[in-house]
């Protein structure tokens, strides 16, 4: 039979000290509520020879907090947003916070659903990369006063803190770098979705053509068919169409995975033909052969600034009034062998 779990009315007990005491030593409030070093040893001390774990649950309904937050991207297994979450993990744990993960797979449904499951546990807050239709789940968190901060993308018109990228800039000088490499005919191949990242980046690029007086060749596909195993198809497809390419920029770095791959089982050749450059940066663009240019999203500088939005909201007074921080962060063009000019 499984033993009952201690409570702190069994430590108070068998010390013969207060319940209320022994809740203070526990929670830390023993030298703000002037109890004595000898009382407060007596119960660490018990507590340490018992093993005493307190009851999260009830501990979080008295105290309204859970210490835990939400982590919500569009996929984990991503390398920019599994390595975002690992920083901002290590970040979170110093201030005395867990954090758990979860992938929306940009899907509005099920970002609803687990918002709504996380939020019912009574978490502290939340980070959120939204997908595309959340806009009013997410007013709702803020009308509510449940802290959160949309991660890599935002919403018109939701004056909701974010941390984001300067996309639109990014896309442009890295289209601009092709360009001054002797580039004529980039390609462009994003996702197709009407979110702000992927606009800003499509925009860049259409800037930069358009005032170097080239013409745009894009490739937009949607997100679910990406995620579905057709984005390959679809790649292959605009090759074989767009046959004048002299380069390629793959708005992420999935896309570039793809893309490889469809340069490798139908055109090898196009690898090193190809000015290459990828949005987000990958360890094994490194050792890649060519190595492949990327703009490269500043990791440790976008964990930072999440914890530093997020960290006031969760510290507020209820009726207190937190003003939206909106902080926009700059990318760093990481330039190899995949961009460089192919004319001899």
């Known amino acids: 039979m499984n033993k009952k779990p ?18 203070f030593v526990l929670n830390g409030k023993a030298k703000e509520k002037h109890i004595s ?35 919500m991207v569009e996929d984990i297994s991503n390398n920019f947003f599994s390595k975002i979450a690992r920083i901002f993990e290590d970040i979170a744990y110093d201030l005395g916070y867990k954090v758990i993960f979860c992938s929306n797979e940009n899907d509005d449904a099920k970002s609803n659903e687990l918002i709504s499951l996380f939020n019912f546990r009574q978490v502290d807050g939340f980070v959120i990369v939204p997908s595309p239709g959340i806009k009013d789940t997410i007013e709702t968190l803020m009308k509510d ?9 935002f919403f018109d018109g939701l004056e909701c803190s974010s941390v984001v990228i300067d996309n639109e800039k990014s896309t442009f000088d890295a289209t601009l770098h092709l360009i001054h490499n002797q580039f004529k005919n980039i390609g462009f191949i994003t996702i197709a979705q009407e979110q702000t990242q992927m606009q800003g980046r499509l925009s860049g690029y259409v800037k930069a053509v358009n005032e170097n007086g080239l013409k745009p060749i894009t490739l937009e596909i949607p997100y679910d068919e990406v995620y579905k195993g057709k984005g390959k198809e679809r790649i292959k ?13 793959f708005a992420t770095n999935y896309l570039v995975q793809i893309g490889l791959e469809v340069f490798k089982e139908n ?7 190809l000015g290459i450059v990828s949005f987000d940066d990958n360890d094994m663009y490194k050792i890649y052969s060519p190595t492949i240019t990327s703009v490269s999203q500043p990791l440790v500088e976008i964990s930072t600034a999440l914890m530093e939005v997020l960290l006031p909201l969760l510290k507020k007074e209820d009726g207190m009034i937190e003003e939206p921080h909106k902080i926009i962060l700059k990318t760093e063009l990481i330039i190899r062998e995949s961009s460089l000019s192919k004319k001899m």
């Open 237 to 249: 497809d605009f090759f074989d169409k767009e046959t004048s390419l002299d380069a390629v920029f």
């Open 267 to 273: 055109n090898p050749s196009l690898i090193n033909n």
């Open 6 to 23: 201690v409570s702190i009315r069994n430590i108070a007990d068998e010390l013969k000290i207060s319940v209320t005491t022994v809740s």
């Open 37 to 71: 070093k000898e009382t407060t040893k007596k119960v660490l001390d018990y507590a340490k020879l018992i093993n005493y774990r307190p009851n999260q649950i009830a501990q979080s309904l008295r105290t309204g907090k859970s210490k835990i937050l939400i982590f």
């Open 145 to 153: 006063n449940i802290p959160v901060v949309l991660l890599d993308r």
